[in-house]
């Protein structure tokens, strides 16, 4: 299980600052309640597809989205995007310096058989 604060895996904190400030940014989060294409993102909120990928790009960086590639039956692979986050926390560090924490969602039985076989194949 994930620990409720992902320290391994932190953003930096002006990346989560700049996509939280961002409207757009704000708005895909807003929408965001299901994995989706960045089609269906823009059409969900509203915001021009090109202008989407940005915003789909600001938010995968500061770590608050995850993308993951899904096989279609036709063969043909799209691109899916769902929430990396429950909470963000901004707190003074020892050194009084800022820090970002992250909460993350509990991994699901798959995420957790994954990481267990990409650690076994590690090992061989």
Known sequence: MRAPFDSDE???????LDALDDEGC???IEVLDEPMTAKQVADASD?????TYRKLDLLT?????????????DGHH?????????????QLAEDRSLDVGIARPPASTDERLETLWAEVSKET
Do not use: K
């Open 61 to 73: 960086d500061a770590a608050l989205l995850e993308e993951r590639a899904v096989l279609q039956p």
């Open 26 to 28: 704000r708005r895909i």
């Open 78 to 90: 799209t691109t899916e995007y769902e929430l990396a986050f429950e909470e963000v926390v901004i």
């Open 10 to 16: 932190a953003p930096d904190l002006q990346d989560v």
């Open 47 to 51: 915001v021009p597809l090109s202008t």
